[in-house]
């Protein structure tokens, strides 16, 4: 069965910084656009960063500069690393796939994934 699973959530002060991880299991190379998404109670998911099996990526503007999103193909693995956590950072962030090759302008719509991780808490304190 594929699935996603995401680790890495925590609590940190504002500043720090955390990385989370995205595993794919199943499909060996079945993914070919994975995506990280927050959530925060009462508000839409939206995208913060993505990327493409060959490389193309995207960023949200609000994390530009600040979040990195990379892979390991090897072990369909996906990271999003955060510095400088802030408190507005603080979501419930879930790792997403897509077996296609989403265009780069939709890789942040969720939308466009059709396979989710259960989500891992990402609490920023001030």
């Known amino acids: 069965q594929v699935q996603l699973v995401e680790s890495g959530g925590g609590s940190v002060q504002a500043g720090g910084s955390l990385r989370l991880s995205c595993a794919a299991f199943?499909?060996?190379?079945?993914?070919?656009?994975m995506g990280w998404f927050r959530q925060t109670p009462g508000k839409e998911r939206e995208g913060v960063a993505a990327?493409?099996?060959?490389?193309?990526?995207n960023v949200a503007d609000a994390v530009k500069g600040r979040f990195t999103v990379s892979q390991d193909n090897a072990r369909n693995t996906v990271y999003l690393q955060m510095n400088n956590l802030k408190p507005e950072d603080t979501a419930m962030y879930y790792c997403?796939?897509?077996?296609?090759?989403?265009?780069?302008?939709?890789?942040?719509?969720?939308?466009?994934?059709?396979?989710w991780g259960q989500g891992t808490q990402v609490t920023v304190s001030s």
């Open positions: 199943g499909f060996t190379n079945y993914w070919s656009s």
């Open positions: 990327i493409r099996s060959d490389g193309l990526a």
């Open positions: 997403a796939g897509e077996s296609r090759y989403v265009a780069k302008s939709n890789l942040l719509s969720p939308s466009q994934y059709n396979r």
